[in-house]
Nanobody, 114 residues
Framework: QAQIEESGGGSVQPGGSLGLSCAASAFIFGTYTMAWYRQTPGKQREWIASETHDGLTSYEGSVKGRFTISRDNNKYTLSLQMNNLKPEDTGVYYC????????WGQGTQVTVSS
């Protein structure tokens, strides 16, 4: 069964940076648009950034200019570089397709706190 594995989370002070990685497979990537999602306690999982197979990127307003999504279609990996992190960025980060979701991975915890 193809799986999604997120990594790279951790604890950081406000203003700091983290880089997240997502390892998937050819089956999961295909030609799908891939995205990063974030879930915070008491809230539904929300989309924060996505990239099409051809490299077109989109960002949720609160992360635009601070986060950068990238994908490697040969290695089936998705990355998220997060700069100038804020406490409200705290949450569990997941990657998945934008549509036709695959089984969700475990996610990776990001905590931004002083």
């Amino acid at each position: 069964q193809a799986q999604i594995e997120e990594s790279g989370g951790g604890s950081v002070q406000p203003g700091g940076s983290l880089g997240l990685s997502c390892a998937a497979s050819a089956f999961i990537f295909g030609t799908y648009t891939m995205a990063w999602y974030r879930q915070t306690p008491g809230k539904q999982r929300e989309w924060i950034a996505s990239e099409t197979h051809d490299g077109l990127t989109s960002y949720e307003g609160s992360v635009k200019g601070r986060f950068t999504i990238s994908r490697d279609n040969n290695k089936y990996t998705l990355s998220l570089q997060m700069n100038n992190l804020k406490p409200e960025d705290t949450g569990v980060y997941y990657c998945n397709r934008v549509a036709a979701y695959h089984i969700w991975g475990q996610g990776t915890q990001v905590t931004v706190s002083s």
